[in-house]
């Protein structure tokens, strides 16, 4: 079956990093989706990676490998509106997004 | 296993048709479900919530007599594309808040379901 595994909860300081892994097993593969959810709102896409490495967006950092099936999200220099759940999400062959349950991440003072 | 199902994963149509997509709760009821639109690497666009039993709250700019939803049961919600255009084309994604009370407490997460893909000619 497909398969997207990804912390329930992370607790980081303001002004620290936090890295949020996310490994899957999918049927095939056409990209990976990093988007930041805050309560009661929309999904806000935050990343795509398709091939291998790390693509860098300001605070915000994505890697994929994809023989390990493997991603993270890097956040830098945390503020405290970085509190939020962390979804990341795969294509599959089909097309298909798999889902996975989603990351919340608490940030302390 | 999957949570949130939709039908179909993928349809291509004529401009002008209607095109019905399909939402299903599959593990527990819901009261309200949630239809998304996404662009190209975009971010998902809330378009309207569904409600048992009750009219869609539509979101602004999105034209209610458009884009059709009907939330006929606790597992079902449908959107119905109307006369489609090319502009029309994208990926319909559905959501599903669990917010009931379970043992320990109430949870409220938000489960995504796989996305319809829309293409229209």
């Known amino acids: 079956g497909q398969n997207i595994d990804q912390p329930t909860e992370m607790t980081a300081t303001e002004g620290a990093i936090v890295q949020i892994n996310c490994t899957y097993q999918?049927?095939?593969?056409?990209?990976l989706f990093w988007y930041q959810q805050h309560a009661g709102e929309a999904p806000t896409f935050l990343s795509y990676?398709?091939l291998d490495g790390l693509e860098e967006k300001g605070r915000f950092s994505s890697f994929l490998s994809r023989s390990k099936g493997y991603s993270y999200l890097l956040l830098k220099e945390l503020q405290m509106k970085d509190s939020a759940s962390y979804l990341c999400?795969?294509?599959?062959?089909?097309?298909?997004?798999?889902w996975g349950a989603g990351t919340k991440l608490i940030i302390k003072p | 296993g999957a949570v949130v199902s939709q039908h179909p994963s993928r349809v291509i149509c004529k401009s002008g048709t209607s095109v019905k997509i399909e939402c299903r709760s599959l593990?527990?009821?819901?009261?309200?479900m949630f239809w998304y639109r996404q662009f190209p690497k975009k971010s998902l666009m809330l378009m309207a919530t569904?409600?048992?039993?009750?009219?869609?709250?539509?979101e602004q700019g999105v034209e209610k007599d458009k884009f059709l939803i009907n939330h006929a049961s606790l597992t079902l919600s449908t959107l119905t594309v109307t006369s489609a255009h090319p502009e029309d084309s994208s990926f319909y994604i559905c959501?599903?808040?669990?917010?009931?009370?379970?043992?320990?407490?109430?949870?409220?997460?938000?489960?995504f379901g796989p996305g319809t893909r829309l293409t229209v000619l």
């Open positions: 999400a795969v294509m599959d062959s089909n097309y298909q997004l798999i």
């Open positions: 569904s409600n048992e039993g009750s009219k869609a709250t539509y």
């Open positions: 990676n398709v």
């Open positions: 593990d527990f009821q819901a009261t309200t």
């Open positions: 999918t049927s095939g593969f056409n990209g």
């Open positions: 959501s599903v808040n669990r917010g009931a009370r379970l043992a320990g407490g109430p949870t409220d997460t938000q489960y």
